[in-house]
C-alpha cells in the first residue's frame, strides 16, 4: 500500500508546484500568455510532463485561478476575518492587501487585479471564475462596511457601496503603483488613506483602531 500511495503523492505534490509557477508567470505575461512550453521551460520540465496534469491551456488556466484564489484566501482574507469585526476588519483587509504586495508574493502585483482587465471581455468559463472571486472579495468589503455601520463605527448616512468601490479603488491604485514603481511607500500612503477615509485615529483599543466618530461621542 505505502507504494501505491507515494506516486500519487508525488504527483500531487508536482501538481501544486506548477500551478503555484503558473501564478507567479501569469503575473508577468497573462493568463494567455501562459502556455505549456513556456512553463516547462521555467520548471525544467518536458511538455509532456506538463500535459500528464492538465489537459489543455483552459485546464491550466482554471487551476491558475483556482490556486490564486487559495494563496489569496490565505495571505488577506483570512487574516482580515481574523480582525475585529467592522471598521477593524476594514483596515485589516486593506492592510494585509498591501503586505500581500510588499511581500511581493508574485513579481507581477495581485494575480487577480490583472486578470481581470485581461479576461473580463472574454467570454467562457475562465472569465466565469474570475468574476466569482472579485464578486466575493467586493461582497467581503461590503459585508465589512455594513457591519462598521451596524456597530455606529461610520456616519449614519455612509453609503455601504460607494464606500465599497472607493476603497476597492484605493486597493486597486496601490497596486498599479507598485508594479510600476516598486517603491513601498506608495503601499504607505494607501494605509494612510484607507484610515483617513474611516476617520481613524491614533487612539486604539487592542486590535481595533477607533474611528473619529465613536471618540467624538464620547
Given at each position: 500500500?505505502?507504494?501505491?500511495?507515494?506516486?500519487?503523492?508525488?504527483?500531487?505534490?508536482?501538481?501544486?508546484?506548477?500551478?503555484?509557477?503558473a501564478?507567479?508567470?501569469?503575473?508577468?505575461?497573462?493568463?494567455?500568455?501562459?502556455?505549456?512550453?513556456?512553463?516547462?521551460?521555467?520548471?525544467?520540465?518536458?511538455?509532456?510532463?506538463?500535459?500528464?496534469?492538465?489537459?489543455?491551456?483552459?485546464?491550466?488556466?482554471?487551476?491558475?485561478?483556482?490556486e490564486?484564489?487559495?494563496?489569496?484566501?490565505?495571505?488577506?482574507i483570512?487574516?482580515?476575518?481574523?480582525?475585529?469585526?467592522?471598521?477593524?476588519?476594514?483596515?485589516?483587509?486593506?492592510?494585509?492587501?498591501?503586505?500581500?504586495?510588499?511581500?511581493r508574493?508574485?513579481?507581477?502585483?495581485?494575480?487577480?487585479?490583472?486578470?481581470?482587465?485581461?479576461?473580463?471581455?472574454?467570454?467562457?468559463?475562465?472569465?466565469?471564475?474570475?468574476?466569482?472571486?472579485?464578486d466575493?472579495?467586493?461582497?467581503l468589503?461590503?459585508?465589512?462596511?455594513?457591519?462598521?455601520?451596524?456597530?455606529?463605527?461610520?456616519?449614519?448616512?455612509?453609503?455601504?457601496?460607494?464606500?465599497?468601490?472607493?476603497?476597492?479603488?484605493?486597493?486597486?491604485?496601490?497596486?498599479?503603483?507598485?508594479?510600476?514603481?516598486?517603491?513601498?511607500?506608495?503601499?504607505?500612503?494607501?494605509?494612510?488613506?484607507?484610515?483617513?477615509?474611516?476617520r481613524i485615529?491614533?487612539?486604539?483599543?487592542?486590535?481595533?483602531?477607533?474611528?473619529?466618530?465613536?471618540?467624538?461621542?464620547?
Amino acid at each position: 500500500m505505502p507504494r501505491e500511495r507515494k506516486p500519487r503523492a508525488d504527483g500531487a505534490r508536482t501538481r501544486e508546484a506548477i500551478v503555484r509557477r503558473a501564478v507567479s508567470l501569469a503575473t508577468l505575461d497573462g493568463l494567455e500568455g501562459l502556455t505549456i512550453g513556456n512553463l516547462a521551460h521555467a520548471l525544467d520540465m518536458s511538455k509532456s510532463g506538463i500535459y500528464a496534469h492538465f489537459g489543455s491551456k483552459q485546464d491550466l488556466q482554471l487551476a491558475t485561478i483556482e490556486e490564486a484564489d487559495r494563496i489569496f484566501r490565505s495571505e488577506v482574507i483570512e487574516p482580515a476575518l481574523a480582525a475585529s469585526a467592522g471598521v477593524g476588519q476594514l483596515v485589516a483587509v486593506c492592510d494585509a492587501f498591501f503586505d500581500y504586495l510588499a511581500r511581493r508574493t508574485f513579481p507581477g502585483g495581485c494575480f487577480f487585479a490583472g486578470a481581470v482587465l485581461e479576461m473580463g471581455s472574454r467570454p467562457g468559463p475562465v472569465k466565469e471564475q474570475i468574476a466569482v472571486f472579485q464578486d466575493g472579495f467586493t461582497n467581503l468589503i461590503r459585508r465589512f462596511v455594513v457591519t462598521a455601520l451596524e456597530q455606529h463605527e461610520l456616519p449614519d448616512d455612509e453609503d455601504p457601496d460607494a464606500l465599497t468601490f472607493e476603497l476597492s479603488g484605493i486597493i486597486l491604485a496601490a497596486n498599479t503603483n507598485f508594479v510600476l514603481h516598486q517603491d513601498s511607500a506608495a503601499l504607505d500612503m494607501a494605509k494612510q488613506i484607507v484610515r483617513r477615509r474611516l476617520r481613524i485615529t491614533t487612539e486604539t483599543t487592542g486590535r481595533s483602531p477607533i474611528p473619529e466618530t465613536v471618540v467624538e461621542a464620547r
